[in-house]
């Protein structure tokens, strides 16, 4: 069977000057895999006529589908409707559909039509229009010498829209697709070279049609297995096969065996054990709850948190200590020790984590450096305190004590 | 003078099945455009020969520098460095200074060195190696029909590293380059329809080489005038007498006069003021606090949060009366007023943040349908409460919610 590769092709000169980060892609990839289709390339190119067209021609050379996002907006700067209307030959004309869509969109939002609003319903004729139920510009499916060419708005909901209901239901009956299938183990506590060195033996024996990857990702390394398989039947078996003879091996740095988020991860873990939680951040600034809370469905085990910046907020509505803080500092096993037990006293939860750090770039000491984090996690009566030292910057050290304390209550939570 | 182009080539399959988001690209384009060079393309190729081969060629014949991150780790899947080698020729010889620096780092963290760690220091002859002060995988440049070529890894804080101390300054002597440069307006209140109706006429009058984009971006329409002009002196100027009479058009729209973060221009506003800020969050779970705090310097205008996910947490933790959730609900003017009052006196700031929402999927009614929102922003015995209504998805919701309080804040505080 034909392995399907997809190209996928961003336009914007925002992606090109660094104005703005592509997560359209990452999620069209997902989607693609999950029905057998191989993303081979990922292209940006600016709001730049030529660069268009060559993009086209390229990835047209190189893969059966090509999935085009951006450019469709209503400005000056919007040029991908015409570029496309050019190379596939054809001429802009109104699509009732679309134009009904617009005056809808725009009365029931109650918002003055413009002309160059009604200039969105205007469409190629030598393409089959995608209806866009969250916004006004319509996407446009076309197909030339065999490849198929799908062009829809940056707009990550819009986009995700057009997917779901037309593009992938419509891929899915067009190729006859190979099983594509991802395992993912999540380990933490080993580096990526002494993992790989102890299931060498078992990545040496791996059948050609099954890779093994490493993703070292803010103290979790990820191990993904993936197979490219003709017989479907057969692909799940010999994955899942292949994993748990992976995993055998890494038992003692198993964190999860799917590529969750950690939220998700910590989440499920306290909804079978039927418990609440809590954080108290200090360095963290809030960002370990809004992992938390960034699942749907959180409520039902997180109840909240108290972000203590400030000294005095850790004092007065954790209950720190005065004295603590001033003998052993604000970064100390002391002080997150009480922040914890504050923490389950003022929030009412089985468990939490409390966190206190110095992130940079300034602020930090001899004796405490820049990345010198404290984390305590635990429940009452007992509650395990760790002292970390990440080498990065602000934004990383912040990503990375955010994971070590959801994955250390993790961890106390297995005990 | 001739325009000099960049191509950016990112290496690894995480990247093609959406298991990673790549965050490189845009901070290497800030820092290209900064010394003038223009990224035409951004291209992700898989670990694969071909695939990283064809990408030379092609990147090769359309631009003058190309950088490619990924691929130097050091596990099996790795393999930029071999088909570097080569694609241009030469052989992997043992670096010196790079064996020094793999011994040193394993030395200084404890760890024991492998075979595979000491292959990390075999670097191509045929390049220029350059050093990694924070890994132990080097970065290597080579050249080839005058185009320069660069490999660098892809963790984000050993890129930028190369970049700043080595890639970055090679390249400004090298290139002759005309001034880039970009100015970009923060709006918020007006669609971009109705923005570029109304600034058209400045837009028509543009010189060639002076263009307009519109972003939007979670409720901020950013407006970004480019300039490419190969006479440095006059460029700025005239970009900024652009920008002035475009700003002229907006005066009641405009939010910021840079593209920065919202947490930067609320944080400038505050310690301009001279005021301490804290949050009271519930739908959003403490990423308004996460926000503030990501900007280094926080502490000096924020003080703390309580995320009160609950309303156990909102009644006990900051005052709300039972009756209040009872008889409106937690999704409520007045329980948000209420929040905010509640936090002023237990964080005791200046002014707060208050949000109570229905982010979704699910939680929704008909009176309050998913992405109801009530935000609260002020200070003592002066707050304002708004109610909005967000169409996404979860996560997009709370990143609308998120900005949309800060910025009702900032209205507030320009007041």
Redesign the interface.
Same mark, same amino acid.
């Given at each position: 069977m034909e392995k399907i590769y997809a190209s996928l092709v961003t336009i914007g000169?925002?992606?090109?000057?660094?104005?703005?980060?592509?997560?359209n $892609? #990452?999620?069209? %990839?997902?989607r693609l895999?999950e029905i057998g289709i191989?993303?081979? *390339?990922?292209?940006?190119?600016?709001?730049d006529r030529d660069?268009i067209i *060559?993009a086209l021609e390229?990835e047209g050379r190189?893969s059966h589908i090509i999935l085009l996002t951006g450019g469709l907006? !209503?400005? #000056?700067?919007d040029i991908t409707k015409p570029v496309l209307c050019e190379y596939f030959g054809g001429r802009l004309v109104q699509n009732q559909e679309a134009l009904q869509n617009v005056l809808h969109i725009f009365e029931s939002r109650g918002? #003055?039509l413009?002309e160059?609003?009604l200039e969105q319903a205007m469409i190629p004729d030598v393409c089959t229009p995608i209806f866009n139920k /969250?916004g006004t510009a319509p996407g446009m499916w076309f197909e030339k010498d065999g490849k198929i060419y799908v062009s829809m708005p940056g707009? !990550?909901?819009e986009m995700?829209g057009m997917m779901q209901d037309y593009v992938l239901p419509q891929l899915q009956q067009r190729f006859q697709t190979p099983a594509l299938l991802?395992h993912?183990l999540l380990t933490a506590g080993l580096?990526? $070279? @002494?993992v790989?060195?102890r299931i060498k033996d078992f990545?040496a024996a791996l059948p050609a049609h099954i890779?093994? %990857?490493?993703?070292?990702?803010y103290g979790i390394l990820?191990l993904?297995l993936?197979t490219i398989s003709p017989d479907k039947l057969t692909a799940g078996a010999e994955l899942k096969d292949a994993f748990g003879k992976m995993r055998s091996l890494l038992t003692d740095i198993v964190v999860a065996d799917e590529?969750l988020p950690m939220g998700v991860i910590l989440g499920n873990t306290l909804l079978a054990k039927k418990l609440t939680v809590g954080?108290a951040?200090s360095c963290?600034?809030?960002?370990?709850?809004?992992r938390?809370? #960034?699942v749907?469905?959180?409520?039902r085990y @997180?109840?909240?948190?108290?972000?203590?910046? %400030?000294n005095?907020?850790k004092r007065?509505?954790l209950g720190v200590q005065q004295a603590t803080l001033d003998r052993f500092g604000a970064v100390s096993e002391e002080t997150v020790r009480e922040m914890a037990e504050g923490a389950l006293k003022?929030?009412?939860t089985n468990c939490v984590m409390a966190v206190s750090g110095i992130m940079? !770039?300034?602020g930090g000491s001899d004796e405490k450096p820049v990345g010198t984090v404290w984390v305590a996690a635990g429940g009452k009566g007992r509650i395990a305190a760790r002292r970390y030292h990440f /080498?990065?910057?602000?934004? *990383?050290n912040?990503d990375m004590t955010t994971v070590a304390a959801m994955n250390d209550l993790r961890k106390w939570l297995e005990l």
């Open positions: 000169d925002e992606l090109l000057i660094g104005q703005t980060i592509d997560t $892609s #990452a999620w069209m %990839a997902q895999n191989w993303v081979q *390339r990922r292209v940006a190119v600016g709001d660069a *060559r390229e190189q907006g !209503p400005t #000056a700067d918002l #003055a413009l160059r609003n /969250r707009v !990550p909901n995700k991802h993912t580096g990526e $070279s @002494f790989a060195e990545e890779r093994l %990857a490493y993703l070292p990702s990820k993904r993936t590529d954080t951040e963290t600034g809030g960002e370990i709850a809004s938390i809370t #960034a749907a469905g959180s409520s @997180f109840k909240g948190s108290v972000v203590s910046y %400030a005095e907020i007065d509505v003022v929030l009412n940079g !770039p300034d /080498r990065y910057d602000r934004s *990383r912040i």
